[in-house]
């Protein structure tokens, strides 16, 4: 009955032509956006050659991001989320074409690319929430898991195909010979690609036929929203499974998931060549991992060894030993075998992850709870990785992955000893004084 189901949903969705537009314009505006990260970290290092500012323009761009996400979902629900995405794809197609410019022109400082990225990370602060909430007023509330499912999938998509990409672009356009910038027609031509991705998806989004957003009257004021964000999080924290697996996920964060953004481009640079491409190739090895990991979570859902939490912490174990030898590797077609593991292993556990989430917490709590589990890859990921770009300055790269792979084994191993994540099953498992 299921399958039935979900056959009926597809085939109407590919019937409506909001959805339609919708996701032209989202698969148009991913893939542009998958240009930008390969583009944006390259343009440090080539401008610089200082890991520090690496990890700080990852941070001024992500902070902001993260620090500002409540303001954006509280703007969202004072006006449209179609008319505040409107409004960020605009902004980000100006601060895109401003960037590409005095990137073209040799024109381009540190403070300017500062700004732009915080610019950036700002916008992206109000068109998450914005992106997020857009999907309801598209399509009938019985085709919501098949619309989230193909955009899922498309996302994943774009994050295999942008960055090989993105590479050949910079690679193909780029510039060794420029006095200030390698590569500078590469990733000025990356940028406006970017840029016109935005204007493009603003365009198809026009196109599409939303219902009535929710009025100013009904929006909620300032003091309520922060009521509600401390609701949230005292919730959250009386959960002791949830509460466990937070506390978790920001170890992860703060010790994996922040050096990881500085030390691949980084490995890249130094160990694969000096042109963006095998950057490029990295990211889409990885991309296409996730997508394969995906795609095994949806066809053997069930596949835990004992229970959900024993399984997360047995695919950690196995992606920590996994990064051990990315310091080590010398060859293009090592660090993408081990990078496509890795996101095979991440993409799985995504799917579990965000199902047992979505399972446990009632829907009057469910965004909150997401914004909580968002910040913590969004907000302190980028404080790991500017802290990292500074302590890369005494470390090698086999050292950094090296410690990397052994503090997540840590981390592992202590939540292993020490905490509930052993007995969390898939089951929407009753809280106690709920």
Known sequence: MTQTRNGTSGAALFKNPDFAWMMGGGLISMLGDQFTYIALPWLVLQLTGDTLALGLVLGVMSVPRAVFMLVGGAVVDRHSPKQVMMWTKHVSTVLLVVLAALVLTGQLSLWALYLLAFGLGLAMAFSIPAGTSLLPHVVPAGHLPAANGMLMGLRQLTMFAGPLLAGVLIATFGDSHAERLSDARGLGAAFLFDAASFALSAWTLSKVRTTAPVGPAEAPRG?????????????????QDLRTCFLYWSAVSLLVSGPIQVAVPVLASQRLGPGAAAFGVLMGAHGLGTLAGMVAAGARPGTRARNLGTTLL???????????????????WQGASLVFAIGLLGGFMQVAVFTWIQRRVPPTMLGRAMSIFMFIFMGLTPISAAVTGWVMRGVTLAQLFAVMGGCLLAAVTVALATSRMRHISDGPTPVPGR
């Open 223 to 239: 003091q309520a929203v922060l009521r509600s964000v401390a609701e949230g999080l005292r919730w959250c924290w009386k959960d």
């Open 314 to 332: 047995l695919v950690d174990g196995v992606i920590a030993v996994l990064f051990i030898p990315l310091g080590l590797i010398t060859a293009l």
